[in-house]
């Protein structure tokens, strides 16, 4: 069974840094692009970021270039988000999701909520 | 980098059928046969109900069917049934990057 759980939000300050993490299970993590999609409070999706089977091409929406990174590592089957100089519209739920091979989200995670404020 | 256009909401009786549009441009949906539905409940993870379109994942009712027409994608519901209420996205990929709809509440009556 494919299994994605998300952890590492949380209640952050306006110019501060947080690290969201997803660790995979019930597939061969190495295999698949991976996405980060966000939601803000009674809002709608929004796609942040994806990243290529081994790391080496990495694509984000414009609103968070230069401040999020997304990364990596096959060998712990975990996907990471690591998001800096916050905003307080960077508040949402973040969930990972797996791409699928026509470019589909076919699973996601439960989501962790990142909290932007002061 | 704009959402896909989505009607706010859409409502039906049980047993009826509703159409809920997606309407992108000649940069996403008019350019790829990639557009794909999710539904959400409220407090719940989305979950992928058509893809390539038209496709459904093993599991999905049959009673969800999609279509594409130049630049406008849509998912039709049939036979509504009270558990179909829920937020519905429309997402098409755009070359590197993905665009969603703004979301459908749809309300079973």
């Known amino acids: 069974e494919v299994q994605l759980v998300e952890s590492g939000g949380g209640l952050v300050q306006p110019g501060g840094s947080l690290r969201l993490s997803c660790a995979a299970s019930?597939?061969?993590?190495?295999?698949?692009?991976m996405s980060w999609v966000r939601q803000a409070p009674g809002k709608g999706l929004e796609w942040v970021a994806n990243?290529?089977?081994?790391?080496?091409?990495?694509y984000y929406v414009d609103s968070v270039k230069g401040r999020f990174t997304i990364s990596r590592d096959n060998a712990k089957n975990s996907l990471y988000l690591q998001m800096n100089s916050l905003r307080a519209e960077d508040t949402a739920v973040y969930y990972c999701a797996r791409v699928g091979a026509t470019n589909q989200f076919d699973y996601w995670g439960q989501g962790t909520l990142v909290t932007v404020s002061s | 980098q704009s959402a896909l256009t989505q009607p706010a909401s859409v409502s039906g009786s049980p047993g009826q059928s509703i159409t809920i549009s997606c309407t992108g441009t000649?940069?996403?949906?008019?350019?790829?046969?990639?557009v794909s539905w999710y539904q959400q409940h409220p407090g719940k993870a989305p979950k992928l109900m058509i893809y390539e379109g038209s496709k459904r994942p093993s599991g999905v009712s049959n009673r969800f069917s999609g279509s594409k027409s130049g630049n406008t994608a849509s998912l039709t519901i049939s036979g509504l049934q009270a558990e179909d209420e829920a937020d519905y996205y429309c997402c098409s990929y755009a070359g590197s990057r993905w665009v969603f709809g703004g979301g459908t509440k749809l309300t079973v009556l």
């Open positions: 990243i290529k089977q081994d790391g080496s091409e990495k």
């Open positions: 000649s940069s996403d949906v008019g350019s790829y046969n990639l």
């Open positions: 019930g597939f061969t993590f190495s295999s698949y692009w």
